[in-house]
Nanobody, 117 residues
Framework: QVQLVESGGGFVQAGGSLRLSCAASPQLFTVYHAYWYRQRSGEERALLASLTSSGNTNYADGIKGRFTISADNAKNTIYLQMNDLQPEDTAVYYC???????????WGQGTQVTVAS
């Protein structure tokens, strides 16, 4: 089932930028860990970035410096700003939210990002 609503994917030329959005319900957006993953065609889903509600971030090798995870608490939304996109970034991108103190995980439906090569 779709727990979070993603948007912002699309087609760009190499070197372009996109901002992905992941909208959650207010009940999920209190104390949490948020994550962005991507899955290239034929490959396993890979973790790209994480963010805690206290503001701590972590990034995977290869995207730090180009991608930034952030949150707007007033809008109950997680973002992934992607700059200097390259063909290797072509994938389906997924957000995930894990509320603190539970074993629950909430996933977005995925959004396609395609970078011209």
């Amino acid at each position: 089932q779709v727990q979070l609503v993603e948007s912002g994917g699309g087609f760009v030329q190499a070197g372009g930028s996109l901002r992905l959005s992941c909208a959650a319900s207010p009940q999920l957006f209190t104390v949490y860990h948020a994550y962005w993953y991507r899955q290239r065609s034929g490959e396993e889903r890979a973790l790209l970035a994480s963010l805690t509600s206290s503001g701590n971030t972590n990034y995977a090798d290869g995207i730090k410096g180009r991608f930034t995870i952030s949150a707007d608490n007033a809008k109950n939304t997680i973002y992934l700003q992607m700059n200097d996109l390259q063909p290797e970034d072509t994938a389906v991108y997924y957000c995930k939210l894990r509320p603190w103190g539970t074993a629950d995980e909430y996933w977005g439906q995925g959004t396609q990002v395609t970078v011209a090569s």
